[in-house]
Nanobody, 127 residues
């Protein structure tokens, strides 16, 4: 059974930092495209960033560029989202996702419908 499990969410004041983790189990995701999405109350799920696990190349949506950073630990099979300079508009449930079929080029900015595996989400609240 393939599983993605997020952790690290919580409440923080504006300007603060949080680091989210997404641990993969049941399948080796070291050659996959992985991503972070978020969904605020009453809004659609939107992209935060993607990372192509084999080379660590990351892509960020404009709303988080320069503030957020994605990394992937091959040994731990864990993706991280470092969030700095948090704003109230960053408040959302954050989801990690993975896909085995996306190429390196296809991974950059891939939309949510490309991803077949999802975590349960973790709440981030910025006040």
């Amino acid at each position: 059974q393939v599983q993605l499990v997020e952790s690290g969410g919580g409440s923080v004041q504006a300007g603060g930092s949080l680091r989210l983790s997404c641990a993969a189990s049941g399948y080796t995701y070291n050659r996959n495209c992985m991503a972070w999405f978020r969904q605020a109350p009453g809004k659609e799920r939107v992209g935060v960033g993607t990372i192509y696990a084999p080379d660590g190349n990351a892509y960020y949506w404009d709303s988080v560029k320069g503030r957020f950073s994605i990394s992937y630990d091959v040994a731990e099979k864990t993706m991280y989202l470092q969030m700095n300079s948090l704003k109230p508009e960053d408040t959302a449930v954050y989801y990690c996702a993975a896909d085995r079929s996306l190429s390196a080029n296809g991974c950059d900015g891939a939309r949510s419908y490309y991803f077949g595996s999802w975590g349960q989400g973790t709440q981030v609240t910025v006040s």
